[in-house]
């Protein structure tokens, strides 16, 4: 699942403790569009996977706080600061059994260094909190996420979701919006035709004949769903039955990501940057609707997947190819952090206020850089939970990833 977010303003959100930062919704966490804790209300927890029989283990001692740091570790786009685990805010009121599942399923792809502990992950999924809890000390060591240069950068928390939206098979007069499969030839970083081209040009269109997989009303939640980069689609089809299918992120066009948003804030034409101040001007401004909309010249194409009662449990799968678990998986810049890496977060703000253990499992294109993470809220319409806090998610963040005691160390 590969997401964009969109941009409320210039500035940088304010530390949350020392200049740290927070998952945040670009354009209002927007991150979805404007690009996801408590757990997503309403969610399910799944059981994990079945694997080989679970075997009794012998508890893990958890070595002294005072036992000598190693070396900072130096990535591509942070620096990995050791701390001990009495630095971690929050550390020890976490319910990690929340974060099990999501664990669990990153290990059916687990980052190089990790995958030696995957058979103790699993066999601790029915252990009581103390006992991961103490696993996890036992095992791995903390790192404070700063900047490449040691500096603790203003992070940045936002949210995304996975929208729920009516959908036609057919084109109607009601349902006139298209959603396409990636074009016959198109390569993988090739520029293709921008928004407008595709909009007006006829060589486009005739390239887009026969692709479209499902027909939308409105096109700004088109534009949402390809901001988010998946959803599920309550279809009706030619027969007149329904049934729900998710669409998952394909391709792009190659085109530069703009935000809507931004567009609009930069005219004055809006205060805020929602998903709801834009379809407010939409709706006053009609005949300048394909103005705003080609501001963005970057499309998204899909690629349709069948849903069957399991995997509707779990989000869409993410960069790591893994499904994502609502309020604790997130998107990250894989530059600073390896996908399938569990990463303690905390933040404080208008929105959310936690500390609590997470995998990183997916990216996004407006996740850059070495604190900035992207909370997956869940799924549903643009009036549940996950919508509304995904929409409003937007606040400082601080971010430990957690290394394997002796594992060799990410290059």
Sequence with gaps: MVHQTMKMNNSSAPSASSNSRVMAGILGSLCFLLASCAFSPGVTTVPAPAGPPVQAVPPVAAPADTAALPPPVQRGKSRWVPVRWSELPGWGNDSLHEVWNAWVRGCERPVAGHAALCAEVRQ??????????????????????????????DGLLTGYYEPILRASRVATPTFRVPLHATPAGLQNGQVWYSRQQIDTLPAAQAALAGRAIAWLADPIDALILQIQGSGRLLVREVDGTERTVRLAFAAHNGQPYQSVGRWLLDQGAIRE?????????????????????????RTVFFREEALNELDARFGPRGAQGVPLT?????????????????VWLATQGPTLNTARLVMAQD?????????????????????????????????????????????????
């Design 124 to 153: 601790r999924s029915i252990a009581t909190p103390a006992e991961q809890a103490a696993w996890i000390v036992g095992r791995f060591q903390p790192y404070r996420v700063t900047e490449t240069d040691g500096r603790l950068p």
């Design 326 to 342: 609502p309020g604790r998986s997130i998107a990250v810049d894989p530059q600073s952090i390896p996908y399938g890496t569990p």
């Design 363 to 411: 990216t996004g294109g407006a996740i850059v850089g070495a604190v900035r993470a992207d909370l997956f809220t869940g799924w549903g319409d643009n009036q549940g939970d996950a919508y509304t806090l995904a929409a409003a998610l937007k606040q400082p963040l601080q971010m430990w990833v957690l290394w394997p005691r002796g594992g060799a160390l990410p290059p």
């Design 273 to 297: 940057a929602s998903w709801e101040s834009i379809k407010a001007w939409v709706a006053q401004n009609p005949g300048r609707l394909n103005e705003m909309l080609w501001a963005n010249p």
